[in-house]
């Protein structure tokens, strides 16, 4: 499987708890975390001496973004659209 890219769109394996987060739209009730299998992409990537951080952005279905947060490699999948090249 390949590292995880710019723009590549993921979904989240655990929930993410909303201290963890930047809320860009209060409208939506969280319920403390966002949810296993949420879907974002990934906005910026950046690297610590021993690990590296993406940034996902979460946004709803019409494109509008709600929320953003620093997650870790074991945190999302990156999600595939078609088979990779042998």
């Known amino acids: 499987m390949k590292n995880p890219q710019l723009l590549d769109t993921i979904a989240i394996l655990k929930s993410i708890p909303v201290d963890r987060l930047s809320l860009t739209e209060s409208e939506y009730d969280f319920k403390g975390a966002l949810p296993v299998g949420l879907v974002g992409t990934i906005v910026d990537i950046r690297e610590d001496k021993r690990e590296i951080f993406y940034l ?31």
């Open 56 to 86: 996902v952005e979460f946004a709803d279905s019409d494109g509008c973004e709600f929320a953003i947060a620093y997650l870790r490699a074991n945190e999302f999948i990156t999600l595939q659209y078609e088979l990779a090249a042998a």
